[in-house]
T-cell receptor, first 113, second 114 residues
Framework: AQSVTQLDSHVSVSEGTPVLLRCNYSSSYSPSLFWYVQHPNKGLQLLLKYTSAATLVKGINGFEAEFKKSETSFHLTKPSAHMSDAAEYFCVVSLYNFNKFYFGSGTKLNVKP | DGGITQSPKYLFRKEGQNVTLSCEQNLNHDAMYWYRQDPGQGLRLIYYSQIVNDFQKGDIAEGYSVSREKKESFPLTVTSAQKNPTAFYLC?????????????FGPGTRLTVT
């Protein structure tokens, strides 16, 4: 069975401080992993994806994530938060050759001035 | 300008009425998906289609129906059998049926049924 757990439903940081959004997955097969961002009442935008190449993946807007197979984790980080980063973030796992995507329940990021 | 369009952005219906949500893509993607989003629950898959004239039920298909007569279009009908239809509906597409291809999302339709 496949599943995705986002460990924090809400994260609050101050502008200019690091961001860490945690994601753990379970999968019987080698997964593809994604992080998406959603601003209020908008669709989802892809931040980055891991598909069995480099374990450290760089995405848009300064975000990056590291795939750690031993820990079954794919945490999202950013060195310095910006006010525009305030949004909801979703970790997603899919399986190669299976056309289904499994979404975490989301983490809402609040950025304080 | 390629992308996915969903219309309308907001939709209001009376209980007992069927309603159809539009989803169109000009990305030439084979696969299309419909998700439902409720607060604190992430996205749940309603239906997906890998090719024209073929579609499969997702995790919460009851009370919904779809068609895929054209590659670029994947409309979703919310029927009166859907017990709790008020939600934010998202359409997505991806290049092919490989799970390594990311999904592209439309802007969503917020449906309110009273």
């Amino acid at each position: 069975a496949q599943s995705v757990t986002q460990l924090d439903s809400h994260v609050s940081v101050s502008e200019g401080t690091p961001v860490l959004l945690r994601c753990n997955y379970s999968s019987s097969y080698s997964p593809s992993l994604f992080w998406y961002v959603q601003h209020p009442n908008k669709g989802l935008q892809l931040l980055l994806k891991y598909t069995s190449a480099a374990t450290l993946v760089k995405g848009i807007n300064g975000f990056e994530a590291e795939f750690k197979k031993s820990e079954t984790s794919f945490h999202l980080t950013k060195p310095s938060a910006h006010m525009s980063d305030a949004a909801e973030y979703f970790c997603v796992v899919s399986l190669y050759n299976f056309n289904k995507f499994y979404f975490g329940s989301g983490t809402k990021l609040n950025v304080k001035p | 300008d390629g992308g996915i369009t969903q219309s309308p952005k907001y939709l209001f219906r009376k209980e007992g009425q069927n309603v159809t949500l539009s989803c169109e893509q000009n990305l030439n993607h084979d696969a299309m998906y419909w998700y439902r989003q409720d607060p604190g629950q992430g996205l749940r898959l309603i239906y997906y289609s890998q090719i024209v004239n073929d579609f499969q039920k997702g995790d919460i298909a009851e009370g919904y129906s779809v068609s895929r007569e054209k590659k670029e279009s994947f409309p979703l009908t919310v029927t009166s059998a859907q017990k709790n239809p008020t939600a934010f509906y998202l359409c997505a597409s991806s290049i092919a049926s490989s799970g390594s291809d990311e999904q592209y999302f439309g802007p969503g339709t917020r449906l309110t049924v009273t």
